[in-house]
Structures are given as C-alpha cells and as structure tokens.
C-alpha cells in the first residue's frame, strides 16, 4: 500500500524555540495532505487541511499562526510549531489520501517542549 | 454534527477469546466506515473499511459490517492474538474526503497469553 513516512519521528526543544515536522508521500502524490494532533490515551484532532500550492484550511480552534503549515510540493507537507510551550507537547499525525475513501497515515511525530 | 462512539476501554482477553468492539455513529446522509488501528508509538493504520449500508469489511481475521438501521460499526474478531494488542478506532468521513475524518475516542485492546 502507499507509505507515508514523517520526519523527525521524535523531537525534543526548549520553550519558545519553533520546530519543523515533514510530512511525505513516498510513492503517491498528494494534493491534500491532512494534520492530526493526538493527546495521551485520546483520540485525533484534525487540526488543518494541507493543500498543494495554497494555504492551508484551520478547523476551528486552531491557531494558524501558532501551526505553520507549508504543501509546497506535491509530495512534501511541513507542520512548524513556532515558539512551541510545553502545553504544544503531543504526538503529531499527518495522513494523505488516495481517492475520496482511502487515507494514509505518517508514523507520527512526538514533540517534547521542556 | 458528525459524532463516533466507542466502547469503553480497556479490554482485556485470553488469547484466542472472542473479541467484540462496539461502534455506533451519528452523521448526515451516506458515510463512509473505517476501523483503524494504532500499535504503540506509531501512527494509525487502516484495518478495514465499508462504504456503503450491508458492506462486510474484513482483514487479518478482523471484520465488521456496516448497520444504517442501527447505525453501527462493530469490529469482530473470532479469535484473538496477543499480536492484536493495540488501539482501535472507529471512524467516519462523508465520503468525499477520507482525510476529514470523524475518529472515535479509541478502545484499548490488550490480549494476554
């Protein structure tokens, strides 16, 4: 099946500093990507739609400024959390899809703000 | 709204007991269902999907088959593995877009030898 694969897969900064996480289809391109936040023992929250060459699309309560998110190629999405506290702490997802009903998951990213 | 809603966990079973994880889901016209399963420290992998009323999605030995008269989407499993410990997640999307998904809280499996 497709792969995607997420970069670094665990991450650990000082507050305030601001951190990137890589988001790539491996054998697909993906005009959409999606970005899911995952507390402990808690289920997803979509945070934003990734689009290829556009902005990205927030759900509500999610603060764009704070979540930085870049789709500058058909196979590369990027999530930067920027001045990252430890409440920021979590484990990041991002997906893509194949078609209207199928989704690919990243391994995941945990991020640790000390 | 969109709503998914998920046994209780945690679960806990004897090798090769018989597995049953309830589902049931709230949503507008025709979703799509998806059972997704998560091992430790990774991300979610899909384990079987129906995207319409009366389909029957199976994989691994896992099925689950999807009820509009009760609006339902419970996995099965004849007999499980301690291989099988994981989280699984009940989800749904419009089925125009997988990737706004509507995920369950995730149910807790540990299967003991």
């Known amino acids: 099946g497709a792969v995607v694969s997420q970069h670094p897969s665990r991450v650990i900064c000082k507050s305030g500093t601001s951190v990137k996480i890589e988001c790539r289809s491996l054998d697909f391109q993906a005009t959409t990507m999606f970005w899911y936040r995952q507390f402990p023992k808690q289920s997803l929250m979509l945070m934003a739609t990734?689009?290829?060459?556009?902005?990205?699309?927030?759900e509500q309560g999610v603060e764009k400024d704070k979540f930085l998110i870049n789709h500058a190629s058909l196979t590369l999405s990027t999530l930067t959390v920027t001045s990252a506290h430890p409440e920021d702490s979590s484990f990041y997802i991002c997906?893509?899809?194949?078609?209207?009903?199928?989704?690919?998951f990243g391994p995941g990213t945990r991020l640790t703000v000390l | 709204g969109n709503s998914v809603t998920q046994m209780e966990g945690p679960v806990t079973l004897s090798e090769e007991a018989f597995l049953t994880i309830n589902c049931t889901y709230t949503?507008?016209?025709?979703?799509?269902l998806f059972w997704y399963v998560q091992y430790p420290g990774e991300g979610l992998q899909l384990l079987l999907k129906?995207?319409?009323?009366?389909d029957k999605g199976s994989n691994k030995g896992f099925e689950a088959t999807y009820r509009k008269e009760t609006t339902s989407f419970h996995l099965e499993k004849g007999s499980v593995q301690v291989s099988d410990s994981a989280v699984y997640f009940c989800?749904?999307?419009?089925?125009?877009?997988?990737?706004?998904?509507?995920f369950g809280d995730g149910t807790t499996l540990t299967v003991k030898p």
């Open positions: 949503a507008t016209g025709y979703p799509s």
């Open positions: 997906s893509a899809t194949l078609g209207p009903d199928t989704q690919y």
């Open positions: 990734s689009n290829e060459g556009s902005k990205a699309t927030y």
């Open positions: 989800a749904l999307s419009d089925g125009t877009n997988a990737g706004k998904s509507t």
């Open positions: 129906a995207t319409k009323a009366d």
